[in-house]
Nanobody, 112 residues
């Protein structure tokens, strides 16, 4: 059974940084495109970034230049480095694997 577990969320001031991690188990991690989504209160879940098996990356315009997605296939872990955080980045962040596998989410709150 595939399982994705996020960690690294928390409360941070505007302009601060956080690094999210997504640890995978029960999957051949290296062959799948992975991604991060987020859902803010009262809003639909939106795609933040994706990374293919060959580490080609893609970002939503609102996070380009601030967020960086990466993966370590040996550790079966994906990361999201978030810099220059803004209050509008506040959301629950979800890890996703091709085929519709989701993690449970981790809360990110950007507030002074």
């Amino acid at each position: 059974q595939v399982q994705l577990v996020e960690s690294g969320g928390g409360l941070v001031q505007p302009g601060g940084s956080l690094r999210l991690s997504c640890a995978a188990s029960g999957t051949i991690f290296s062959i799948y495109t992975m991604g991060w989504y987020r859902q803010a209160p009262g809003k639909q879940r939106e795609l933040v970034a994706t990374i293919t098996s060959r580490s080609t990356t893609n970002y939503v315009d609102s996070v380009k230049g601030r967020f960086s997605i990466s993966r370590d296939n040996a550790k079966k872990t994906m990361y999201l480095q978030m810099n220059a955080l803004k209050p509008e980045d506040t959301a629950v962040y979800y890890c996703w694997q091709t085929g519709g596998v989701w993690g449970q989410g981790t809360q990110v709150t950007v507030s002074s």
